[in-house]
């Protein structure tokens, strides 16, 4: 018996389901690695901690810097992700006509993709050099921050709780509180 071979999709191809209808605008998919995936719904805890989190690196980062929720990110041939957040410079978003492919923040707002988010996402973002990455674990109310970026992931995982004083973020007025609350 012979086994059925998958298919790895390229950006080329992905793009090309946009333009004949098959994918569209409002479809709530990403390509990672080859395979099309539906992105996790979006609960009131994850819109919540989106927000919050919007705010604070919208102020965090000044002149120079745009914060892009829930747009694409170039990474190869066959990936191209949405994470929450993107931190990109002014340059490199002026850099092409394209999504940008360098950024110096890449966020996932995590609570049913957690899995996902810790595993497959922070290979995939180490791999392609992202200097910093972060998971908010809303299911323990958590900040998981990846830095050193390797072939495999990334060299330094540190994670932090909403009272922790070297967290890089106000994190109890981003995660729920009873999230936080489990720290």
């Known amino acids: 018996m012979e086994l059925?071979?998958?298919?790895?999709?390229?950006?080329?191809?992905?793009?090309?389901?946009?333009?004949?209808?098959?994918?569209?605008?409002?479809?709530?998919?990403?390509?990672?690695?080859?395979?099309?995936?539906?992105?996790?719904?979006?609960?009131?805890?994850?819109?919540?901690?989106?927000?919050?989190?919007?705010?604070?690196?919208?102020?965090?980062?000044?002149?120079g810097y745009h914060v892009r929720v829930q747009l694409p990110i170039q990474i190869d041939d066959y990936s191209e992700p949405e994470p929450d957040f993107a931190v990109v410079s002014d340059a490199q978003l002026e850099a092409s006509g394209e999504h940008p492919c360098e950024a110096i923040l890449l966020v996932e707002v995590a609570d049913t993709s957690l899995a996902f988010d810790r595993i497959k996402k922070a290979r995939l973002y180490g791999r392609a050099g992202f200097p910093e990455y972060w998971v908010a674990n809303l299911r323990e109310g958590t900040l998981i921050v990846h830095t050193q970026p390797t072939e495999s992931g990334y060299q330094k995982v540190e994670t932090f709780c909403a009272s922790d004083p070297n967290c890089p973020v106000a994190l109890g007025s981003v995660l729920a509180p009873q999230a936080a609350a489990n720290c």
């Open 4 to 63: 059925a071979q998958s298919h790895r999709f390229s950006r080329q191809e992905y793009y090309q389901m946009l333009e004949v209808g098959i994918l569209t605008e409002d479809s709530r998919v990403e390509l990672i690695e080859g395979e099309i995936l539906a992105l996790a719904a979006q609960n009131r805890r994850h819109a919540y901690a989106t927000t919050k989190l919007n705010r604070l690196l919208m102020n965090g980062y000044g002149d």
